[in-house]
């Protein structure tokens, strides 16, 4: 796309409302396009690119800017476009000063910038990170979350084969492959539209991490069983979830959020499943829930977390988090957890899941729990995992990198009830 002079403005107006760091990034992406309709889909892609690349790299791009022409702001907007437009897009829009300060940073070796800098985690990310990882694997990790993740799709085997669905994709002009693990995953090459296919309209398919797709596997979910998806959320786990069960048995949606809800019901009609009952629920002690204490084979939680594993998606994370935060959200973690195991029967099993990559968030509520909870047990996910025929290596829990398994950062334990 040919880039024109009004968008470097247009980026640097969004970026500098997106810093203020007063509520999520692609949330003020999406007011600002909605107050710019003019713009186009193309022109939409540059602006967001350069905004999140700005914010995937603050560190290292606020080190490089401190010695350019211009304002702070203006010099990140043109590193930002310069990674998704390319410097030779840009040189007819810049002052003589600007093209020489941004033909020298170009040539500067990334690996000569300090380390820290590099990384572009705050200090406390870094601090928490480094007490499971060596240094060289930490930079991988790092290196890793700097670019968008890639556009992952489950195919809904009530609808269709992956296979077929790969077959429609490749008809419609659009490259995509087998994901490496996930049975019904496809990973597709870029960011093409996809909702007007008729493959999407059909139901065949719908956008899911490979990662969140392993999560759903190691619930295994049998057909004719009682399933809870505690915090359903849009509810992506629970339409994979369904798939799994072939549409038989009763599976709940409970979530505290009305919209959330409300995103599944087009996405559930879509998918044939006629297994799926959405339920809102005022808090995780809703008297709904109790009803159905001690009935059900397997309980998802993936409980509300830092985000932290999905800075690929929304690198404004690292940034608004704090430990404070962190501190606030494992009682609330822990608190969900006991709730939803009240539901489970014996020999029954809860899932407890996050998409975060730290330990505060992930083995230490699963611990607390275990300790509180001498009727639970933990199951080794490397032994699910084999029962689901998933080559994939793990120890007792699921922990999923990005720069390990080229999926967002997950977790995920499974408790048995013994007693």
């Not at 870029?190 to 296919?197: A, D, N, Q, R």
């Not at 822990?334 to 099993?349: E, F, H, N, Y």
Request: proline letters at 6%; glycine letters at 8%.
């Amino acid at each position: 796309m040919k880039l024109h002079g009004f968008l470097i403005g247009q980026t640097e107006t969004l970026l500098a409302e997106v810093l203020k760091f007063t509520g999520p990034a692609d949330a003020a992406t999406s007011r600002f396009f909605r107050a710019h309709p003019k713009l186009g889909h193309g022109e939409r892609g540059v602006i967001a690119e350069a905004v999140f690349a700005v914010l995937r790299r603050r560190m290292e791009f606020a080190h490089l800017a401190e010695g350019g022409t211009g304002s702070p702001a203006r010099r990140l907007t043109l590193l930002g476009l310069m990674q998704t437009a390319g410097r030779t897009a840009l040189k007819p829009f810049m002052s003589d000063a600007e093209n020489a300060w941004l033909e020298h940073v170009a040539k500067i070796d990334p690996q000569s910038l300090p380390l820290r800098t590099r990384l572009n985690l705050p200090d406390w990310i870094y601090q928490a990170l480094s007490k499971r990882f060596e240094a060289e694997e930490l930079a991988h990790l790092a290196a890793s979350l700097n670019y968008p993740a890639p556009l992952d799709l489950r195919a809904n085997p009530i609808k269709a084969s992956r296979d077929e669905v790969l077959s429609a994709l490749s008809k419609a002009g659009i490259e995509a492959g087998a994901t490496p693990f996930a049975p019904f995953g496809i990973r597709v090459v870029g960011k093409p539209p996809l909702t007007k296919l008729d493959a999407f309209q059909d139901g065949w398919l719908e956008v899911q991490d490979e990662g969140s797709q392993l999560l759903c596997s190691l619930v295994a979910p049998k057909r004719g069983e009682m399933i809870v998806d505690f915090c359903a959320g849009a509810g992506g786990k629970t339409l994979a979830l369904g798939a799994m069960m072939r549409s038989t048995g009763r599976l709940y949606a409970f979530d505290v959020s009305d919209r959330r809800l409300a995103k599944l019901k087009p996405r559930l009609a879509r998918s044939g499943l006629s297994n799926v009952n959405p339920v809102l629920i005022d808090s995780e002690h809703d008297a709904k829930i109790k009803r159905l204490a001690g009935k059900i084979d397997r309980v998802l939680v993936d409980a509300p977390c830092s985000g932290l594993g999905t800075l690929r998606r929304n690198p404004d994370l690292k940034w608004r988090q704090s430990p404070e935060s962190i501190a606030e959200l494992t009682p609330k973690q822990l608190s969900i957890l006991t709730s939803a195991a009240r539901l489970v029967k014996k020999g029954g099993r809860l899932v407890y899941a996050t998409c975060s990559i730290l330990d505060a968030e992930n083995e230490g509520v699963v611990q607390q729990f275990l300790a509180d909870h001498p009727d639970f047990a933990l199951v080794p996910a490397r032994d699910v995992l084999a029962e689901q025929r998933i080559e994939l290596e793990m120890g007792d829990y699921l922990s999923l990198w990005p720069h390990r398994h080229a999926t967002d950062g997950f977790f995920a334990a499974v408790l048995e009830r013994r007693g």
